[in-house]
């Protein structure tokens, strides 16, 4: 319908930008009517979004058509950028962002040089920063719900944990189960993604490379490449997140320090 | 109640205190625990009691004194050697899902050990649930929870006994017996023991000596009688 209404294709992204976010801030007043406030992280968020999704790709053309080597710097830029999103969702948790930007480093880091290394990624520009940075955006996602998933369960179970001291437990193995569950809960997104690829959803990379002349079976065998390639870079930041957040609650003595209210 | 006893401390706090944020949790706490002896900490709600026992366990680090156990600075012993010596029972208890014997298997196992099906029937029998080893923790009562994570303190062996309102969350029939537990195993067995409790007919039942709290620092020490009816 808006089309008829904006022969401007800048006016007409704006003004479908404004009904996507006005969809998104309906759900977030519904969330407010149950108690649930979320209208102030979901307004900076959007605007943010937007910002940021606008200056990107208002210098993108340019950015893709710089020399090969410059994106080691944009990807770098993105792991810090993405640990410092990630961060967030861990709050009261001392040295999230660093975890978080040494994990998704290694994690997505180490799976895009190996994949590059081995020919699964293109050396291009062009491609490597679109891959790489899937792998980093879905990276952080699965380190943003490890680390909040564990804040929350640790502070649910201090009893629990404080037990598990108090009988001579190390403080690593009192908290154990809740390491496995954040990092198990962190990963059901990747892994529903994989089940279900080609019946619920077509990711917009395989109808980009139809478009660009790809054959459809090589196109389609390449959105299960990239989803195991975000599976195995997911996985490997949960892994090592949740591994370090866990040393960084207990103090030298074995105390927990993460507390409801400290 | 048996006499108080005269042996050496086996724990002895010197000035010990914790503030968080300006806010005095426990301070200047200075007393011995004698082997053999049951001291109770007695105190209104908010009065830092259980705050005095986490201190004990070394669940929080004092900002300021420490505590000898055996004559040792408890800074010097490892925390886990530390909390396996003073073995703490909550006022909830906190059962790891699994058998009642997997939960008296888990502070042996933390070093590498393994309790016999006999010395956990033994356990079990020192807090009345003899045959209980193979029960599911889920389908215990209250009480019978809260004597579970007794004998699971007691599968550790250790020095003290360190019980932070273990009745406070029971009905009056599920709190005398696992008072009765209690006192099987501190009386009969001549466990050391500290009692926080709010209940002072409970520490003129169990204990022989007790000090009174009163916003973090005690304001009494002494026989159980003279601190409670002075």
């Known amino acids: 319908m808006l089309k008829y209404f904006s022969a401007n294709q800048l006016y007409l992204g704006l003004e479908q930008a404004l009904i996507a976010a006005a969809a998104a801030m309906l759900v977030v007043l519904l969330a407010r009517k149950r108690g649930i406030h979320l209208e102030r992280e979901a307004l900076i968020a959007m605007v943010r979004g937007l910002v940021q999704i606008v200056a990107v790709g208002s210098v993108l053309l340019l950015l893709l058509r710089a020399p090969r080597w410059t994106s080691g710097f944009l990807l770098a830029a993105m792991m810090i950028a993405a640990g410092a999103t990630s961060a967030r969702r861990a709050k009261g948790m001392p040295g999230a962002f660093r975890i978080s930007a040494w994990s998704i480093a290694f994690g997505a880091g180490s799976v895009i040089a190996l994949m590059t290394w081995l020919g699964v990624i293109d050396t291009a520009i062009t491609s490597l920063v679109p891959v790489g940075s899937m792998l980093i955006a879905n990276a952080m996602n699965t380190n943003g719900l490890a680390l909040n998933r564990f804040r929350a369960d640790v502070l649910a179970h201090v009893g629990e944990i404080e037990t598990a001291l108090a009988l001579g437990a190390d403080a690593r193995n009192s908290v154990s189960p809740y390491v496995q569950a954040s990092f198990e809960a962190s990963l059901i997104p990747a892994m529903d993604s994989i089940r279900s690829l080609g019946i619920v959803w077509i990711p917009g990379l395989m109808a980009g490379m139809l478009l660009s002349g790809a054959r459809p079976v090589y196109a389609a065998i390449y959105q299960f490449v990239v989803l195991a390639m975000i599976f195995a870079a997911s996985g490997l930041t949960s892994l090592v997140s949740t591994l370090l957040i866990r040393d960084r609650i207990f103090t030298a003595a074995q105390q927990l320090s993460l507390q409801p209210g400290r | ?230």
């Open chain 2, 1 to 230: 109640m048996s006499p108080p006893s005269t042996s050496a401390p086996v724990l002895r706090t010197e000035h010990l205190g914790r503030a968080v944020r300006d806010k005095v949790l426990v301070e200047d706490a200075t007393f011995e625990v004698r082997t053999g002896e049951v001291l109770a900490i007695v105190g209104p709600s908010g009065s830092g009691k259980s705050s005095l026992l986490r201190l004990l366990n070394r669940l929080d680090e004092p900002t300021s004194g420490t505590v000898y156990v055996e004559g040792i600075d408890y800074r010097h012993i490892a925390p886990r050697e530390l909390r396996r010596k003073l073995g703490m029972v909550n006022q909830r208890p906190y059962l790891f899902p699994g058998t009642v014997e997997d939960n008296l298997q888990f502070g042996p196992l933390q070093r590498g050990e393994s309790l016999s099906h006999d010395v956990i029937e033994q356990l079990l029998s020192r807090v009345g649930l003899k045959g209980y080893a193979s029960r599911n923790v889920a389908n215990l009562s209250g009480g019978e929870a809260q004597r579970v994570s007794v004998a699971r303190t007691l599968a550790n062996s250790p020095l003290v006994l360190l019980l932070d309102e273990p009745t406070s969350a029971l009905d009056e029939t599920s709190k005398l017996e696992v008072e009765s537990s209690i006192q099987n195993v501190v009386h009969d067995q001549g466990l050391t023991c500290v009692l926080v409790t709010h209940d002072t007919a409970q520490a003129m039942r169990l204990a022989e000596r007790a000090i009174l709290l009163e916003a973090g620092r005690i304001v009494r020490t002494g026989l159980i009688h003279e601190v409670l009816h002075a």
